[in-house]
């Protein structure tokens, strides 16, 4: 077995840092973030997903995804180690891109994720993406798909009934967990809408989910030699498998934001910045 590659040295001075959006949106919900760690000496960079914003012409791949931050980070001006901030979709990516051993990995300082503890190796993602492929082929079953999303994402949550505690951390020293897991329910059409608003949607729906299949985001997190910072909203309906994820890490926090959803950094964007001060300070200390 081959030794795990050396960690990056720690960070003399600020971190740089890369954002990855989540399904259907852009660069632009980091707008706020953006602003917030460049005003504290971050150099940063906001990608584009293949099939969203700039690259909307590009049908969405892994391969494409992984390029998209390998020109992230070749972007960056500063050779300082780079954290990587990814929502859902991104969360998902990032840790994916994060699991390899590539010259722009080896910068890799931490990553932060949320709204993706739900891993896309499991039943959720595969019901979710038979649902994408009916919706994308008629208006009724995309409406039969959000009453499915909306049923199952209820029954799930009061099965799981978790705590919701503000902090959790796994790593040299105790170990605290909690329930939880993404809000898959996002990706779903919503009862009352109608399909003909979602139809470019579904196909990077049905793209996403496809490239997603068979990757185990788990198994990516144990795969990690550099700390993570998991941040979901407490109101994020499917928070299903926040426990397994930071068991599998390493050296991980777990933050629960009150009173946000599955978009957790628009939702609370200053509570969010202030979590992702103290993560990226905690990665500059090592």
Same mark, same amino acid.
């Given at each position: 077995?081959?030794?795990?590659?050396?960690?990056?040295?720690?960070?003399?001075?600020?971190?740089?840092?890369?954002?990855?959006?989540?399904?259907?949106?852009?660069?632009?919900?980091?707008?706020?973030?953006?602003?917030?760690?460049?005003?504290?000496?971050?150099?940063?960079?906001?990608?584009?997903?293949?099939?969203?914003?700039?690259?909307?012409?590009?049908?969405?791949?892994?391969?494409?995804?992984?390029?998209?931050?390998?020109?992230?980070?070749?972007?960056?001006?500063?050779?300082?180690?780079?954290?990587?901030?990814?929502?859902?979709?991104?969360?998902?990516?990032?840790?994916?891109?994060?699991?390899?051993?590539?010259?722009?990995?080896?910068?890799?300082?931490?990553?932060?994720?949320?709204?993706?503890?739900?891993?896309?190796?499991?039943?959720? #993602?595969?019901?979710? &993406?038979?649902?994408? *492929?009916?919706?994308?082929?008629?208006?009724? !079953? +995309?409406? $039969?798909?959000?009453? /499915?999303?909306?049923?199952?994402?209820?029954?799930?949550?009061?099965?799981?009934?978790?705590?919701?505690?503000?902090?959790?951390?796994?790593?040299?020293?105790?170990?605290?967990?909690?329930?939880?897991?993404?809000?898959?329910?996002?990706?779903?059409?919503?009862?009352?809408?109608?399909?003909?608003?979602?139809?470019?949607?579904?196909?990077?729906?049905?793209?996403?989910?496809?490239?997603?299949?068979?990757?185990?985001?788990?198994?990516?997190?144990?795969?990690?030699?550099?700390?993570?910072?998991? #941040?979901?909203?407490? &109101?994020?309906?499917? *928070?299903?498998?926040?426990?397994?994820?930071? !068991? +599998?890490? $390493?050296?991980?926090? /777990?933050?629960?934001?009150?009173?946000?959803?599955?978009?957790?950094?628009?939702?609370?964007?200053?509570?969010?910045?202030?979590?992702?001060?103290?993560?990226?300070?905690?990665?500059?200390?090592?």
């Amino acid at each position: 077995m081959s030794a795990p590659a050396p960690r990056p040295p720690a960070a003399q001075g600020p971190v740089s840092v890369v954002f990855v959006h989540g399904m259907r949106t852009s660069s632009a919900i980091w707008d706020r973030q953006l602003a917030h760690v460049r005003s504290a000496g971050h150099e940063a960079v906001a990608v584009d997903l293949p099939a969203h914003g700039a690259r909307h012409a590009q049908r969405f791949s892994m391969d494409g995804a992984f390029e998209a931050l390998d020109d992230a980070v070749a972007s960056l001006a500063s050779s300082a180690p780079v954290a990587v901030v990814g929502l859902s979709l991104g969360g998902y990516t990032s840790l994916a891109w994060a699991a390899r051993r590539t010259p722009h990995t080896d910068r890799l300082a931490g990553v932060v994720v949320a709204g993706c503890t739900s891993d896309p190796k499991g039943k959720p #993602v595969a019901l979710y &993406r038979e649902l994408a *492929r009916h919706a994308v082929a008629s208006r009724q !079953a +995309a409406g $039969r798909a959000g009453r /499915l999303a909306a049923r199952w994402g209820t029954t799930a949550l009061q099965s799981a009934r978790p705590p919701f505690l503000a902090q959790a951390r796994r790593g040299p020293g105790a170990v605290m967990t909690v329930g939880g897991g993404a809000d898959l329910r996002a990706l779903a059409v919503a009862p009352g809408q109608s399909a003909e608003t979602y139809r470019p949607g579904w196909d990077v729906v049905t793209d996403a989910l496809t490239h997603l299949a068979g990757r185990s985001s788990v198994a990516n997190l144990r795969a990690l030699e550099v700390p993570v910072w998991i #941040v979901n909203g407490a &109101r994020d309906t499917m *928070r299903l498998e926040e426990q397994r994820h930071l !068991a +599998a890490a $390493r050296d991980a926090a /777990l933050v629960v934001v009150q009173g946000a959803g599955h978009d957790v950094n628009s939702d609370a964007p200053d509570a969010f910045n202030r979590v992702l001060t103290r993560a990226l300070a905690d990665f500059t200390r090592r």
